[in-house]
């Protein structure tokens, strides 16, 4: 394998402005199968129609459907030959259901084209049961509108064929398995996923040799996030012997022997930032790794795949000269690991923090050698919260400050004990704002935050709390 190096244009950030590499050309899995189904109306209808047959919603109400056809079935059963009205009814609902399954497969076959459809044995047996369960509700229905019934061996031919109907509760497994597969895609939200060769997991190539994934789970989790048997099997088939995971999250591991003994871990709160020594740490072994083979690739991992993920690709991005500056590697990973097929929400590091730190790795790249920068011992003088107006009480009294140093809170206050402040924005952490920043890269002793640059407020959606002019000033004297 070859890595690329990307170069970032004057054009805005777009997948197709990273693709023309000055070095080398490599072509980046997509995760998607290649159909060559050109640009058509079918295609456009593909489109439109698969967010819906593909949906929570829509799996849950055919779950429902199984038992309330199972609940018919009984209820058919036990009425008396003599209610020809009930049993037509019952018998008329029941073909519906028995159409509604029949007209989902089709859909669904549709949607994912006949191959990948039929890849799965449990689809095979899927489809096999609605065709079978279909033509046995039409053959008792339509049996009522003639004389058939009243032959008591046809009676009793027809009840068995009824019975026969039960099969369709192991369309559960099925359809439990539709439901793991749209909750896992509703949880990775617009998440570029690896749908291939017979994969469905929340995986995307950033380039050539680095993957970005989400948490690898089990148990309940592995319910609505991949499945680590499902993750092993794909490493296993793609890059057997040539991978290693990093796994980022502080708050979880699983046991290593999984991936053969290959994981590293790096503890990172989440929605926090690694420390200047773990960032370093972190990129040598890296390099360490990949050297060693061309078809070396890393897999990175926090839980959802995004922030601290975000972080330590970029970081490496930068460290392999793959880009010069945080902002391009940020733009870069941002637009690789969103899909906009489906959504235009922007899946990439958004924590301001994060983008910090991704910033001073650049700078202890390029100013100090990858090597930690001078430590600097810096008091603060004072906080300055501007634009406070219409946060909490709109004068600080409901604010208290925390202090952490090193993982350690070293320092905390509460401007006045004041409870059931409504108006606050918790956000993450339950924290209103916060902040991560490192005084080795403080400039005239002052640090000054805008609310884009703020963790929380960052986001649009709790802009009506903190204004335009909303910031956090710090200004610190040489103790």
């Known amino acids: 394998m070859t890595t690329v190096r990307y170069e970032q244009g004057s054009e805005p950030p777009e997948v197709q402005d990273f693709e023309k590499p000055p070095e080398a050309s490599v072509k980046i899995d997509d995760g998607r199968d290649e159909d060559g189904e050109p640009d058509s109306c079918i295609k456009d209808i593909k489109t439109k129609i698969s967010p819906f047959v593909m949906s929570f919603g829509f799996r849950v109400f055919g779950i429902v459907l199984i038992f309330v056809d199972i609940a018919l079935l009984i209820v058919d059963l036990a009425v008396s030959d003599t209610q020809r009205n009930t049993k037509q009814t019952l018998e008329g609902v029941s073909l519906g259901i028995a159409l509604f399954f029949f007209v989902d497969v089709h859909l669904r076959v549709f949607v994912e084209g006949f191959r990948t459809y039929f890849r799965s044995k449990l689809n095979i047996l899927d489809a096999l049961i609605v065709v079978g369960t279909l033509l046995i509700n039409m053959v008792y229905s339509f049996s009522g509108f003639s004389a058939a019934d009243k032959i008591p061996r046809m009676v009793i031919f027809l009840r068995a064929l009824r019975i026969i109907i039960l099969i369709r509760i192991f369309r559960l497994a099925s359809q439990k398995k539709q439901l793991e597969k749209v909750t896992r ?211 600080g009294s409901d604010l208290k400050v925390q202090i952490i140093l090193k993982k350690q809170v070293v320092f905390q206050c509460a401007c006045t004990i004041q409870e059931n402040c409504r108006d606050l924005p918790k956000g993450y952490d339950d924290c209103p704002f916060f902040f991560w920043f490192n005084t080795s890269f403080i400039e005239n002793n002052r640090l000054y935050l805008p609310r884009n640059e703020l963790d929380n407020p960052h986001k649009a959606k709790v802009w009506k709390i903190y204004r335009e002019e909303f910031a956090v000033e710090l200004n610190f004297v040489e103790p």
Not at 229 to 251: A, G, P, Q
Not at 271 to 287: G, Y
Not at 316 to 322: A, E
Not at 326 to 339: C, I, M, N, Q
């Open 185 to 395: 895609r509703m949880v990775s939200e617009n998440k570029r996923r690896y749908m291939k060769d017979g994969f469905d997991l929340d995986l995307t190539y950033i380039t050539d040799r680095v993957i970005a994934m989400s948490f690898p789970s089990s148990g309940k989790q592995s319910f609505y996030r991949n499945p680590i048997e499902e993750v092993v099997k794909f490493f296993d088939t793609k890059h057997k012997d040539h991978y290693k995971i990093y796994n980022l999250c502080s708050e979880k591991g699983y046991d290593p022997k999984y991936f053969h003994y290959r994981v590293e871990r790096i503890f990172i709160d989440d929605h926090n930032v690694p420390t200047l020594v773990d960032m370093l740490k972190f990129t040598a072994s890296v390099r360490e790794w990949m050297k060693q083979d061309e078809e070396n690739i890393i897999a990175i991992h926090c839980k959802g795949g995004k922030g601290r993920t975000g972080t330590m690709v970029c970081t490496w991005l930068i460290d392999s000269d793959q880009f010069e500056s945080a902002k391009e590697s940020l733009d870069y990973f941002g637009e690789r690991r969103t899909d906009r097929s489906t959504s235009s929400k922007f899946q990439g590091v958004e924590t301001p923090s994060q983008s910090r730190y991704v910033g001073y790795y650049e700078i202890m790249k390029n100013k100090y050698g990858l090597k930690l920068p001078p430590e600097r011992e810096l008091r603060i003088r004072n906080i300055k919260i501007h634009a406070i107006r219409g946060v909490g009480k709109g004068n």
